[in-house]
């Protein structure tokens, strides 16, 4: 795992830099440091396989949604909420 952001420890001190390779050994001293979560960045992906998640990000969209209306004028708040989830989980920056 590698690290996506700056490790600070509850003092504001730089534990490890950003890029930084976890080992198991580093990870069994966060506890001692306070340290609960990390920003472990994201492994690559082929096409293929991102295709494979936008697909289910689709579906899993569709089916939250199963019920909103895109043509309902009185829907506002659920199109605002569709435009931003969907914009979040498919990379599309600005909401639509």
């Known amino acids: 795992m590698i690290l996506s952001d700056v490790l600070l420890d509850?003092?504001?001190?730089?534990?490890?830099?950003?890029?930084?390779?976890?080992?198991?050994?580093m990870l069994?001293?966060?506890?001692?440091?306070?340290i609960d979560m990390l920003p472990i960045q994201?492994?690559?992906?082929?096409?293929?396989?991102?295709?494979?998640q936008q697909d289910a990000y689709r579906a899993r969209l569709a089916y939250l949604f199963r019920r909103y209306d895109p043509d309902n004028p009185d829907d506002a708040a659920t199109s605002i909420l569709h435009g931003y989830i969907n914009s979040y989980r498919l990379g599309k920056g600005e909401p639509v």
Do not use: C, I, W, Y
Request: no cysteine.
């Open 28 to 34: 069994s001293l966060m506890p001692r440091h306070g």
């Open 42 to 52: 994201a492994p690559d992906m082929t096409p293929e396989e991102k295709a494979a």
């Open 10 to 25: 509850a003092h504001g001190q730089v534990l490890l830099p950003q890029g930084a390779v976890l080992t198991e050994n």
